[in-house]
């Protein structure tokens, strides 16, 4: 079962690798092959799914946010724990346009996240 403590260091150290704009680093909290879900990858990664799957294909999608909104910024709000599993309630920072967010992070027996999903107050 996952802690607050672990939960709460893991949404830190997510944090500043978003606000670092650091690739690697944002990566290195997932698995390899760990999946992600997002209103925005229909549009941006022309996956009606709106699901990747793979560090690879979920760089890409994230290399593409980094460098259309090179101001992005990410503020922690709230950190939720469950059995195997995290939610991070944030606030997506970006000039004028900021968006309320969360995510659910499931995680594998590493320790590293397998599955996320994210929700937005408005896609």
């Known amino acids: ?13 997510w944090e500043r690798a978003w606000n ?5 680093e944002i990566l ?5 092959d760990f999946q992600m879900t997002s209103p925005f990858i229909p549009a ?14 979920v760089g890409e999608y994230w290399r593409k ?8 910024r990410f503020e922690t709000e709230t950190v939720l724990v469950g059995q195997n599993s995290i939610v991070i309630r ?9 968006r309320e ?7 594998g027996d590493d320790g590293k996240v397998v ?4 929700h937005y107050d408005e896609v």
Do not use: C
């Open 1 to 13: 079962m996952i802690n607050k403590q672990f939960a709460q260091d893991f949404a830190k150290g």
């Open 65 to 72: 946010a980094l460098d259309r909104f090179p101001e992005l």
């Open 20 to 24: 670092a704009h650091d690739l690697d």
């Open 90 to 98: 944030y606030w997506s920072l970006r000039n004028e346009l900021n």
């Open 115 to 118: 599955e996320s999903i994210a």
């Open 101 to 107: 967010a969360t995510e659910v992070m499931i995680f």
């Open 28 to 32: 290195s909290h997932y698995s390899e």
């Open 44 to 57: 941006t990664m022309n996956e009606p799914t709106g699901t990747l799957k793979g560090k690879r294909k």
